[in-house]
């Protein structure tokens, strides 16, 4: 799945407070400015800082995060698990996918926004191209016609901490957040503005009251990328050094890179 | 007059060279690519996967570039005996997450698109792997030794070279090449 659409409860991967868009290839060249500083230029030992490049985030809190990260590990394993393998016993596959869909379909409003704040006005264009083939001939969103689409099949998703990094604002500090996972302080505020975004929140932010319809489709929400997200949090982690270590690399290079392209 | 074209000629050739090492580079990748999906696709189990996809990986795949660029730095003060038991034990790591990103029954297809060349002797091959109705963006970095190996993965932005080194580099700092042999012993013996 493409971790940039995953909603805030769990997103789970992405560096670096400084440098909010971090140009990935290094070439021979430009990377030997870090390099040299490293890597001594002893010959044997080539450009080591060329690729893999250690990704660094501003973590301040990371002994109280490390305690928060063992706390979430434990609340995906004893309550998510549970609850995300009953919606899989309960919905077929193909049903879960078209579930997916219709949300990531009604989910446009921060795309298209986004690509526009941007300035990528091609691109709002395709997500609304999208969004006029998958409601209509994808029967409301269920069926992603739009990936048999050469032009549209990979647009990739904007959302607002993109935008924000775009504008140059840059990551701030690290945080795990309890139940959601990792975030910084940018991808914090561009989670709330996503929120804001997005029309299956609108009900329940706008009108407020709890007893009525308007959690279901935040709540139906919840449930559906439960086990998207658990699967990318087990392959994360399940082959990791360091668990911590490895889902905050990978959580802050996604992120970098979602916002560079 | 006729000079002309043959000026042409020796302006464009670096660029031809590149189109050709970016092509050589692709055409190996493809290769090694429907390889392993014929085995993926006739995989019983996630296990013989890994087993009998060890060996074309380890043709096409330079773990020793790959495990020297996740160790970083501190590689340089690692013996030659350190170095090629974190080699071995750092092939066996990549080669389980690889094939743990396989379930049998499910086919994987893969789409080019045009490679890129950052550099003389590197090509950058990004791909879109369409997996289980999701699409998913992976480049594969290639480098020039004895033919083109893949020397990183990149999937959805997170390369697997930098995620190993912000982990391993850790490692090292705590207590050197023998920490990080024992942190690579530690994931390799724990159950996938």
């Keep these: 799945m493409k971790l940039h659409r995953l909603p805030p409860i769990l997103a789970l991967v992405l560096v670096s407070c400084a440098t909010p868009k971090k140009t990935t290839p290094a070439t021979t060249s430009s990377g030997s400015a870090a390099g040299a500083a490293k890597a001594p230029a002893s010959g044997g030992t080539d450009a080591l800082d060329d690729y893999g490049d250690t990704v660094v985030v501003s973590d301040p809190l990371e002994p109280l995060n490390r305690a928060t990260f063992a706390f979430n590990d434990k609340f995906y394993k004893w309550v998510m698990t549970p609850i995300s393998k009953t919606y899989t016993t309960l919905f077929p596959k193909p049903v879960r996918k078209s579930i997916d869909n219709a949300y990531e379909n009604v989910k446009f409003p921060v795309r298209f926004v986004n690509s526009g704040l941007q300035g990528k006005f091609g691109r709002a264009g395709k997500e609304a191209q999208k969004f006029g083939v998958n409601t209509v001939a994808g029967v409301g969103g269920l069926f992603k016609v739009s990936d048999k689409i050469d032009s549209l099949k990979d647009v990739p998703a904007e959302d607002t901490g993109q935008t924000l990094a775009t504008w140059g604002m840059g990551h701030g500090p690290y945080v795990v957040v309890p139940l959601m996972g990792p975030m910084t302080v940018r991808e914090g505020i561009g989670s709330a503005g996503d929120y804001f975004l997005n029309p299956i929140n609108w009900g329940f932010a706008f009108r407020g009251d709890a007893d009525d319809w308007a959690w279901i489709p935040p709540a139906g929400n919840t449930i559906r990328s439960m086990p998207g997200q658990l699967d990318l949090y087990k392959a994360t982690t399940e082959n990791a050094i360091d668990p911590y270590t490895a889902v905050r690399s990978t959580y802050i290079q996604n992120r970098n890179s979602s916002a560079a392209e | ?192």
């Design chain 2, 1 to 192: 007059m006729n000079r002309r074209p043959f000026i042409a000629m020796i302006l464009a050739a670096p660029l031809v060279t590149r189109g050709a090492a970016a092509e050589e580079a692709q055409a190996a990748l493809r290769s090694t690519i429907d390889e392993v999906l014929t085995i993926a696709n006739r995989a019983s189990s996630r296990s013989a996967l890994a087993n009998s996809v060890r060996s074309v990986l380890e043709r096409r795949v330079s773990f020793e570039t790959m495990t020297r660029r996740a160790v970083g730095v501190g590689w340089k003060q690692f013996s030659s005996a350190q170095q090629s038991k974190a080699s071995s034990l750092f092939t066996t790591l990549v080669i389980r997450t690889y094939s743990n990103k396989f379930t049998p029954g499910d086919t994987a297809s893969v789409d080019y698109k045009a490679a890129t060349n950052p550099a003389s002797g590197r090509v950058d091959v990004p791909t879109t792997v369409v997996y289980r109705g999701s699409r998913y963006a992976v480049t594969y970095r290639m480098e020039q030794m004895s033919g083109w190996k893949i020397a990183d993965v990149v999937i959805e932005g997170v390369s697997l070279v930098a995620n190993y080194r912000s982990q391993l580099d850790a490692s090292f700092k705590q207590g050197g090449a023998e920490a990080v042999i024992r942190s690579l012993e530690q994931s390799v013996a724990r159950p996938s």
